[in-house]
């Protein structure tokens, strides 16, 4: 008997993926979704069934934003999220017999009859309380715990935040590191490199400030001609409040001719922005994982990063580090590429090299271990 009919004649396990979340998901978790759908699709195992809970590509038009300023559309969104979870979700697994529900959105249901895994991304609803509404993180951890509580493992992006979550769980805890499988580097591009980039939302852990003070003090010492994007949403749950600081800070400095805020960028103007960039920078002050930091290297483009565990553990010996919130150090590091064109080179050879370790294979062998 062939390897084809025995395929044919065995009874597969059938794997639930709920991708609901990608309706509202803006940046990280949609990359994460995307991965882990187009993975499935092209090397899960012959001797599984994947049933997807929604065709993605037929969402990408639906997106009902999380980070409307109106809080009745952010919380009309809430209600559906949680039908679907408790009410909607159960009913199809029991229906299609489904043996394993991965749920790629911190959130699962309570009561499944199927096993469970979770990806919880990080700990930093746990860790910076104040950077999210009381209610809503209240009302979403105590979601998380409750969908976790029973037949059900976890799996997260790092060994770095693996280790965050130990004593929030009590729960087996896996970490798979995330791929980036998007061809970001074209040649096709006429790479004006002019501008210093960093992609991501408006918010407080992303410490957006230390990075426009860096700039305006590297830009002073050099007289250079560059300008710094800062790409991504303006809006934090459904509050511009980092964005605004930015803006009077800018307006404060005078320096509105040389900073560009283009706001939430999708994928092709990503790839746009990514070759165009002098170098992309990373300041933030906690991250669960850091997808732009591989997607850059993809890009072929120098990164410069805070010193913070999770980057390190990310990037290795494949990027620039400066301490972290010192804006003094950050803007010296900038000074150090724009004028060694020999570690610029370097630093492109060994993350483009780094980048290719995190492939969707990996990424997808990682979850099979578990079923």
């Not at 759908?37 to 809970?53: A, C, H, M, P, T």
């Not at 459904?238 to 960028?265: A, D, H, T």
């Amino acid at each position: 008997m062939n390897q084809d009919l025995c395929y044919l004649n065995l009874k597969k396990t059938k794997v639930y993926i709920d991708v609901f979340y990608y309706k509202t998901a803006l940046s990280g978790i949609k990359t994460y979704i995307e991965e882990l759908v187009q993975g499935l699709n092209k090397f899960g195992r012959r001797d599984v069934e994947y049933i997807f809970s929604h065709d993605i590509e037929k969402l990408k038009n639906k997106q009902f934003f999380i980070n409307s300023k109106y809080r009745l559309v952010r919380w009309t969104f809430q209600l559906r999220y949680l039908i679907w979870k408790q009410v909607i979700l159960p009913i199809k697994l029991l229906s299609n017999s489904v043996d394993v529900l991965i749920c790629p959105d911190y959130v699962a249901p309570i009561f499944s009859p199927s096993r469970k895994i979770v990806v919880v991304h990080d700990n930093l609803f746990w860790k910076y309380p104040k950077n999210y509404p009381f209610l809503w993180r209240k009302y979403f951890i105590k979601l998380i715990k409750l969908g976790v509580s029973n037949n059900c493992e976890l799996v997260t992006t790092s060994k770095y935040s693996k280790n965050g979550l130990k004593n929030i769980f009590n729960n087996k805890i896996s970490y798979i590191y995330q791929s980036s499988e998007r061809v970001f580097y074209s040649d096709k591009i006429n790479r004006t490199k002019d501008y210093i980039l960093h992609i991501g939302t408006f918010e407080k852990r992303k410490d957006l400030l230390t990075l426009v003070k860096a700039f305006e003090l590297f830009k002073d010492s050099t007289n250079s001609n560059f300008k710094l994007v800062l790409a991504g949403s303006k809006s934090f749950n459904g509050k511009k409040q980092v964005y605004e600081q930015i803006k009077r800070y800018i307006l404060k400095k005078n320096l509105i001719s040389f900073i560009i805020m283009p706001g939430y960028i999708n994928k092709k103007q990503a790839i746009y922005y990514y070759n165009n960039a002098f170098a992309y920078v990373f300041p933030s002050i906690d991250e669960g994982f850091g997808i732009p930091l591989i997607e850059a290297m993809k890009a072929r483009v120098p990164v410069l990063c805070s010193d913070i565990e999770i980057f390190k553990e990310i990037g290795d010996d494949s990027v620039i580090y400066f301490k972290k919130q010192d804006y003094n150090d950050l803007s010296n590091r900038l000074k150090l590429i724009y004028e060694d064109k020999i570690i610029v080179d370097r630093l492109i050879l060994k993350g483009t090299k780094r980048a290719n370790l995190f492939t969707q294979k990996k990424f997808i062998k990682g979850f099979e271990k578990l079923y």
